[in-house]
C-alpha cells in the first residue's frame, strides 16, 4: 500500500507521477492524502484535476482512488485516513492472520538487562499469538518466556501479529535476524534443537573437509576436528573412518564395509 501525500497548494509534482506510475506498474493499491488544506491558497479541486490526468480518479469524484483531504498540523480529517487505510488493507491487502496458531517471530534486538544481567530481547511477531511461559526455539537454543513487555515497557500477558515485544527467557543471547518459534512443549523444543544442532555440525565438518585442496591440507583439516565434532558428523568417535583425496570407487566402499563390518550404508 502507498499513501501519497499531495501539497494542496503545489499540487501534482514530478516526483509525485513518478510514484504513480510505481503503484500501477507494481500494482500497489494507492491511497492519496491531499495535505495543507487549512491554507488559504490550497485547492483540492485543481489537485483532483490533475491526479485525473495521471490516471487517478479519486472516489468522489466517481473513481475508485481513496481520496482524503487532511491538515497534518491541525489534524483535520486524520481520524477518516486512519479509517482508509484501515479499510483498504482489509479488503485488498489480506493482511489478517490467524491469532490461534502458534507464534512465528524475529529478533529484531537483544542485550542483556543491568538490573537482573538475564538475556532478554525484542521480537516482532510475525504470525500467530505469543504468551507468557510458552515454550519457544530460538536459533539453536531453547527457551521460555517468563517476562514480556510491549512496545511502552508495560507487563502483558499476550502478544499478536504485527507487535513488537520484549521478552526474557533466553539460555543463549539471540542474534538479530534470529527466527523464534513457539512449540507445544519443552520435548519438541529439545528435538528441533538437537537436529539443527547436529545439521549445522555436519555442514561445518564437510566445508571443513571441502577446504582441503592436497591429501596433507585433508589431515589437517580432520585433525583440527574436536572430540565433540567428530560425535556430531555421525554420532561416534570413529565416524571419520577413510579419507583421501579423489573419487571414491565401489572397490574402496566394499574394502571398507569389510573391514569395518559395515553390513548397511545409507
Given at each position: 500500500m502507498i499513501i501519497l501525500v499531495i501539497s494542496a497548494v503545489e499540487s501534482v509534482q514530478r516526483q509525485t507521477i513518478e510514484v504513480i506510475e510505481l503503484a500501477h506498474s507494481l500494482q500497489i493499491p494507492v491511497i492519496i492524502a491531499i495535505n495543507k488544506i487549512d491554507r488559504q491558497e490550497a485547492d483540492v479541486e485543481q489537485v483532483l484535476l490533475d491526479l485525473e490526468q495521471e490516471g487517478i480518479v479519486a472516489e468522489m469524484l466517481g473513481g475508485n482512488v481513496p481520496c482524503v483531504p487532511i491538515s497534518?498540523?491541525?489534524l483535520v480529517n486524520i481520524d477518516q485516513l486512519e479509517s482508509k487505510i484501515s479499510e483498504v488493507a482489509k479488503k485488498q491487502l489480506n493482511l489478517m492472520e490467524d491469532h490461534t496458531m502458534k507464534g512465528q517471530c524475529i529478533v529484531i534486538e537483544s542485550n542483556i538487562d543491568e538490573k537482573s544481567g538475564q538475556?532478554?530481547?525484542s521480537i516482532l511477531v510475525k504470525k500467530g499469538s505469543v504468551k507468557v511461559n510458552q515454550t519457544f526455539v530460538c536459533g539453536l537454543h531453547d527457551g521460555r518466556i517468563r517476562h514480556m513487555k510491549d512496545d511502552n515497557g508495560r507487563m502483558i500477558h499476550t502478544a499478536s501479529p504485527g507487535q513488537a515485544i520484549h521478552l526474557s527467557g533466553f539460555k543463549a543471547f539471540p542474534e538479530v535476524g534470529s527466527p523464534l518459534y513457539i512449540v507445544d512443549s519443552l520435548r519438541?523444543?529439545?528435538?528441533i534443537v538437537q537436529t539443527l544442532t547436529l545439521?549445522?555440525?555436519q555442514?561445518?565438518?564437510y566445508k571443513l573437509l571441502e577446504k582441503g585442496d592436497t591429501s596433507e591440507e585433508m589431515k589437517k583439516s580432520i585433525g583440527s576436528l574436536t572430540r565433540q565434532e567428530k560425535r556430531r558428523i555421525k554420532g561416534g568417535d570413529k565416524s571419520l573412518l577413510f579419507s583421501r583425496l579423489g573419487i571414491a570407487s565401489?572397490?574402496?566402499i566394499d574394502r571398507l564395509k569389510s573391514k569395518y563390518g559395515i553390513s548397511k550404508t545409507t
Amino acid at each position: 500500500m502507498i499513501i501519497l501525500v499531495i501539497s494542496a497548494v503545489e499540487s501534482v509534482q514530478r516526483q509525485t507521477i513518478e510514484v504513480i506510475e510505481l503503484a500501477h506498474s507494481l500494482q500497489i493499491p494507492v491511497i492519496i492524502a491531499i495535505n495543507k488544506i487549512d491554507r488559504q491558497e490550497a485547492d483540492v479541486e485543481q489537485v483532483l484535476l490533475d491526479l485525473e490526468q495521471e490516471g487517478i480518479v479519486a472516489e468522489m469524484l466517481g473513481g475508485n482512488v481513496p481520496c482524503v483531504p487532511i491538515s497534518a498540523t491541525e489534524l483535520v480529517n486524520i481520524d477518516q485516513l486512519e479509517s482508509k487505510i484501515s479499510e483498504v488493507a482489509k479488503k485488498q491487502l489480506n493482511l489478517m492472520e490467524d491469532h490461534t496458531m502458534k507464534g512465528q517471530c524475529i529478533v529484531i534486538e537483544s542485550n542483556i538487562d543491568e538490573k537482573s544481567g538475564q538475556t532478554t530481547a525484542s521480537i516482532l511477531v510475525k504470525k500467530g499469538s505469543v504468551k507468557v511461559n510458552q515454550t519457544f526455539v530460538c536459533g539453536l537454543h531453547d527457551g521460555r518466556i517468563r517476562h514480556m513487555k510491549d512496545d511502552n515497557g508495560r507487563m502483558i500477558h499476550t502478544a499478536s501479529p504485527g507487535q513488537a515485544i520484549h521478552l526474557s527467557g533466553f539460555k543463549a543471547f539471540p542474534e538479530v535476524g534470529s527466527p523464534l518459534y513457539i512449540v507445544d512443549s519443552l520435548r519438541e523444543a529439545q528435538m528441533i534443537v538437537q537436529t539443527l544442532t547436529l545439521r549445522q555440525s555436519q555442514e561445518e565438518a564437510y566445508k571443513l573437509l571441502e577446504k582441503g585442496d592436497t591429501s596433507e591440507e585433508m589431515k589437517k583439516s580432520i585433525g583440527s576436528l574436536t572430540r565433540q565434532e567428530k560425535r556430531r558428523i555421525k554420532g561416534g568417535d570413529k565416524s571419520l573412518l577413510f579419507s583421501r583425496l579423489g573419487i571414491a570407487s565401489e572397490e574402496d566402499i566394499d574394502r571398507l564395509k569389510s573391514k569395518y563390518g559395515i553390513s548397511k550404508t545409507t
